[in-house]
């Protein structure tokens, strides 16, 4: 055993919330010398193997990291180190369009490294969302004991001193769970943050994409208009009367037809000339 070895070996274990977890009972070293992992004797959870990257060493106490503690913290990381890489290489094109075809080969390799990175987060948000349930059934475990303990206390079956241990104990784990589930909203939060960042990065701007739809909008309804309008004729148009037309085919407006005094008789006018005779 190396002095590592030594000095983690009998001591306690708990968690970054002040739980107690188990007592070290040994490790597993590499050829090298290096541990590997921790085992932890957890009571009547039997032996636990922990990875040594997942405990901390405090003075006589060792602090247990929940894996998805340090994956999350990992992937943020490395997020926020590719995003800003990629925002240092765009100004440096912008400043210098010499540079854009050698900027071009490390653009993508940054595109690359985002969509290795959402492989991991897609795994990490799963395991966020399966710790969020966890945590939801122990707050709703140590909720029901706390009232069963009060039902106990109001019908005289447990002791003032019972009841209040009861009290701080629950107390301690709704703190307990109550923390970590504001830690995993938290690290939820700050990865959507990072995602919208991505999308600003590797989009084209909003403007410039409402220029091209507007261009294509425009393009496309004088396309429509154009298809609707008939062709000039090259050729003279002929109807299948064979006749052409000309300024005397064309229809004129009939004229009212003139008023015809009716004719009268010979017999009628003699008749009159004997009236004014008289």
Known sequence: ????????????VKDMYGTFMG??????TDIDGSIQSVGIDCGSQGLQQIQFEQLVVQGNIVIFIPRWRLDSQKLLREKQLTLRRLKALIDIVSENDDMKADA?????????KLASLDEAEYEIKIKLETRLTELDEQMKSAKMLLFDAKV?????????????TVKTCSAELIEHVTHE?????????RISDLDA????ITTPPQKHLQELAVSYLDNSESRHIQNMLPEAPTESVTYSSAVPITSESLQTIPEP????????SNNEDDWLARMEAQ
Do not use: L, W
């Open 23 to 28: 007592k070290v009972i040994g490790t597993i």
């Open 104 to 112: 071009e080969i490390i653009h993508e390799k940054y595109k690359s």
């Open 152 to 164: 106990q206390y109001k019908s005289n079956e447990i002791s003032d001193s019972t009841f209040e």
């Open 1 to 12: 055993m190396t002095h590592g070895d030594i000095d983690i070996i009998g001591k306690n």
């Open 257 to 264: 037809p003139k008023q015809v005094k009716p004719t009268t």
């Open 197 to 200: 960042e991505v999308v600003n």
């Open 181 to 189: 589930t504001t830690e995993i909203s938290n690290v939820k939060r």
